[in-house]
C-alpha cells in the first residue's frame, strides 16, 4: 500500500493480522495507524522513515522487522512517547545509533533502550523496566530526563551528558565504566544502599547527591569542580575504592562520613588540585598520606582512627573561618612536607636567597581565631620542617601530646610553632580543664605577643615537658591558672628578658639554655 498525501489524517483501523513492507509509506505527521484489540501488524521488510502516529490498544501486538520513525511516535495502551530512532518490534526494543532522540510522555514504556553512535539524545519521561545500555566508548546521549529513572544505565565506556538534574530509584545506578559530563546538574541517588565495583569519570558534578550509605569498590575521578553531598551518610572504600581528583580541579566533600580510608585512597594530581571538606568525619582504616594538592577545610573536620594522617604537600592548606581540624582519639596528625631538595633556595623580592622550608612551616593556614586546631587525646607530631600557626586557635582536650624532629641547627625556628613575634599573627592557645598537653620529644617554640592568647581554664590543666622535650619561650608566656611541669630531663630555653610565669613545678634535673630566633 501507498499513502502519498502528506498532510491528509489517515486512520486505520485494523483487526486481525495486517501485513506491510518497504513500500508502506507514511509522508504525513498527521497520519496514524490504529491497531485495535487483538490486532497483528506485521513487518515483514523494514519500514523507514515513519513520521506518523502508531497506536496500539491492549492486546494489540506488532512483529517482525524494524520499524524507523522519522520524528513520530507511538500510542501504547495510553503511553506515548515521541521517536526519532528505531523499533524492534520482536524484542520489544528502541535503538538509538547516533544523532537519534527518544522522548517518552507518561506512563510505563516497557520496551528496552540500546544506545550506539554520537549524540543521541533522552527526553521526558524514561519509564523503562530493563537497563539503558550504552554499546562502547564511541557512544554518547544527551539526558533531559523528567522524574526518577527507574532502571540502570550500562556505560560499557560510553558518555553520557546532563542537560537536567538526573534521580535515580533506590537501586538504580550506573554499570561499567564510562565518562559523566554532569554539566554542573545534580546526580541524585536514591534511599538504599549500594556499591559501585565500575571506574566512573567526572566532569564539572554539581553535586552528587547520597541518600544512602555508599560502597566505593573502584576509581572515582572529578574533573572541573565538583561536590558529593552525603547528607551525614557513609562513602565506605572497604573495598578498593579510592577518589582522584583532577589536574587542577577541586572537589567538595559535604556532610559524609568516611570510612576506611587509608594509604593514598582520596588523592589530588597536581599543586592546582584542591579537596574541600565540610562537616565530614573522617575515618581511617590503616596510615594515610596527603601527598599533592591543598586541603580546604570549610567545617569541622574529624580524623578518626588508630593510625596516622601525614600532610606531606608541598601546597598551603587553609582552615577557614568557623572551620576545624579535630585530631580525635587514638589518631596521629603528622605534619610532614616534602618536596625536591634541588628546590630548597629561593629568592624574596630583594633577591634575598631564602630556605624554602622557612615557608613549609606555613603550610597548615588559618584564616583567623575561629579557625582552629583541636587535639583531643590525640597526638601531633611535626618533622624537622617545623610547623607554625598563626591567626588561629590551638585547642587541647584530654591527654594529648606533640612531638617533633629538629635538625641539630641551634639557631633556626623549629619543632610547633605557635605565633610569629606579632600581635597580629598571635594563634590562641587553649587547655581544657583537666587536660594535659605533653611535649613528649623535640621543641615547643612560644611566639606568642598577647597575654590574651594563652588560656588554662583551671588548676588541673597542665603543660607537660617530658625528658626529651624542650619549651622554647621567645616571648614571655603567663600560664595562669593552670601549671607547667617539666619532667628529669626536660628543657626549657628563653630568649632574652622573656620569662615563665605562673605556677611551675620542676620534677628533676632541667637544662636550661637561650634562644636566639
Not at 483487526?15 to 496514524?32: A, M, T, V
Amino acid at each position: 500500500m501507498k499513502f502519498f498525501k502528506r498532510f491528509l489524517l489517515i486512520s486505520l483501523l485494523c483487526q486481525g493480522p495486517i501485513y506491510c513492507s518497504s513500500d508502506f509509506n507514511f509522508s504525513g505527521r498527521s497520519n496514524i495507524i490504529r491497531l485495535q484489540s487483538g490486532s497483528n501488524f506485521i513487518v515483514g521488510t523494514e519500514l523507514t522513515g515513519f513520521n506518523g502516529k502508531l497506536i496500539k490498544d491492549p492486546n494489540a501486538t506488532i512483529s517482525g522487522s524494524n520499524i524507523t520513525f522519522d520524528q513520530g511516535s507511538i500510542e501504547d495502551n495510553g503511553n506515548k512517547f515521541s521517536l526519532n530512532c528505531q523499533f524492534n518490534p520482536g524484542s520489544n526494543q528502541v535503538v538509538l545509533d547516533g544523532e537519534k532522540t527518544f522522548k517518552g510522555k507518561r506512563g510505563n514504556i516497557l520496551s528496552s533502550l540500546n544506545v550506539s553512535g554520537l549524540n543521541n539524545r533522552l527526553e521526558g519521561q524514561i519509564q523503562i523496566n530493563s537497563d539503558i545500555e550504552l554499546q562502547d566508548q564511541n557512544t554518547s546521549v544527551t539526558c533531559v530526563v523528567q522524574g526518577c529513572v527507574p532502571c540502570n544505565f550500562v556505560l560499557n565506556g560510553g558518555t553520557l551528558f546532563l542537560e537536567e538534574d538526573l534521580k535515580f530509584v533506590d537501586d538504580k545506578f550506573f554499570s561499567g565504566s564510562g565518562v559523566l559530563k554532569l554539566n554542573k546538574r545534580k546526580l541524585r541517588l536514591g534511599s538504599r544502599e549500594l556499591t559501585c565495583s565500575s571506574p566512573l569519570y567526572f566532569d564539572e558534578a554539581q553535586d552528587i547527591e547520597l541518600n544512602s550509605n555508599f560502597h566505593l569498590a573502584e576509581t572515582w575521578t572529578f574533573s572541573g569542580e565538583s561536590v558529593i553531598e552525603g547528607h551525614g551518610k557513609i562513602l565506605d572504600f572497604a573495598d578498593a575504592g579510592e577518589i582522584v581528583i583532577e589536574r587542577g580541579s577541586s572537589l567538595l566533600m559535604r556532610g559524609l562520613v568516611l570510612e576506611n580510608v587509608s594509604e593514598n585512597n582520596i588523592k589530588c594530581l597536581d599543586c592546582c588540585s584542591t579537596l574541600s571538606l565540610q562537616n565530614v568525619t573522617w575515618i581511617q582504616s590503616g596510615n594515610y598520606s596527603f601527598t599533592i594538592g591543598a586541603i580546604e577545610v570549610v567545617d569541622k573536620l574529624c580524623l578518626k582512627g588508630n593510625s596516622t594522617f601525614a600532610y606531606q604537600s608541598a601546597q598551603t592548606s587553609t582552615v577557614w573561618a568557623n572551620g576545624k581540624i579535630v585530631v580525635d582519639r587514638g589518631m596521629t596528625f603528622s605534619f610532614d612536607p616534602i618536596y625536591n631538595s634541588n628546590y630548597s633556595l629561593t629568592h624574596d623580592i630583594a633577591g634575598t636567597a631564602i630556605n624554602r622550608w622557612d615557608w613549609a612551616r606555613d603550610f597548615l593556614c588559618f584564616e583567623d581565631g575561629t579557625a582552629a586546631l583541636e587535639l583531643k587525646g590525640s597526638t601531633l607530631h611535626v618533622t624537622s620542617t617545623g610547623l607554625k600557626i598563626k591567626k588561629g586557635t590551638f585547642r587541647v582536650r584530654e591527654k594529648s601530646y606533640i612531638t617533633s624532629e629538629l635538625d641539630g641547627d641551634f639557631h633556626i625556628e623549629e619543632g610547633f610553632i605557635l605565633g610569629n613575634n606579632s600581635s597580629s599573627d598571635d594563634a590562641r592557645c587553649e587547655i581544657d580543664g583537666g587536660a594535659i598537653l605533653e611535649v613528649t620529644s623535640g621543641a615547643f617554640s612560644y611566639k606568642n605577643m598577647q597575654s590574651t592568647s594563652w588560656l588554662m581554664f583551671n588548676d588541673q590543666s597542665k603543660l607537660s615537658i617530658a625528658n626529651g622535650g624542650k619549651l622554647k619561650l621567645h616571648q614571655t608566656l603567663d600560664v595562669g591558672d593552670g601549671i607547667a611541669s617539666f619532667a628529669d630531663g626536660g628543657r626549657l630555653a628563653r630568649a632574652s628578658g622573656k620569662s615563665l610565669e605562673g605556677s611551675v613545678h620542676i620534677l628533676g634535673s632541667v637544662y636550661y639554655e637561650i634562644c636566639y630566633n
